[in-house]
C-alpha cells in the first residue's frame, strides 16, 4: 500500500518560510519524479515545482521560482519545499504526488501524469 504524507504546513506571517515534507513509502524512489502541487479555496488544483528522480532537474512555477525550492533525500525516500518569502496568495492546501517514469521522462508541470498522492498539508500566510 502506497503511502505519501505531508507534514510541516502550518501559519505563517507575510515574508515568512516554511517547509513542508512529503515522506512516502514508494520502493525505488529514485524512479519516480515528485511534485508539488495545491489548491486554494475555490481554485482549481495547481502546479508548483517538481524534481526529477536523481534531483538533477526541477521546474517550478512562475509564482513562487525564487522563493520556492523543491529537494529530495532519497535515503529517506522523501520530498521536500522550502518556502520563503511567502505571500497571503500562497495559502492553500499543498499536495506531494509521484509520477512513476524510470529515468525515462523529465519531471511533469501535468498532474494527470502523477499516479499517487497524498492527503495534503495546509498553509495558511497571513498579511
Known amino acids: 500500500h502506497v503511502q505519501l504524507v505531508e507534514s510541516g504546513g502550518g501559519l505563517v506571517q507575510a515574508g515568512g518560510s516554511l517547509r513542508v515534507a512529503c515522506a512516502t513509502s514508494?520502493?525505488?524512489?529514485?524512479?519516480?519524479?515528485m511534485g508539488w502541487f495545491r489548491q486554494a479555496p475555490g481554485k482549481d488544483r495547481a502546479f508548483v515545482a517538481t524534481i526529477s528522480g536523481n534531483g538533477g532537474s526541477t521546474v517550478y512555477a512562475d509564482s513562487v521560482k525564487g522563493r520556492f525550492t523543491i529537494s529530495r533525500d532519497n535515503a529517506k525516500t522523501t520530498v521536500y519545499l522550502q518556502m520563503n518569502s511567502l505571500k497571503p496568495e500562497d495559502t492553500a492546501v499543498y499536495y506531494c504526488?509521484?509520477?512513476?517514469?524510470?529515468?525515462?521522462?523529465?519531471?511533469?508541470?501535468?498532474?494527470?501524469?502523477?499516479?499517487?498522492w497524498g492527503q495534503g498539508t495546509q498553509v495558511t500566510v497571513s498579511s
Open positions: 514508494l520502493r525505488n524512489f529514485s524512479f519516480y519524479n
Open positions: 504526488a509521484a509520477d512513476f517514469q524510470l529515468g525515462k521522462r523529465p519531471p511533469t508541470t501535468d498532474a494527470r501524469r502523477y499516479n499517487y
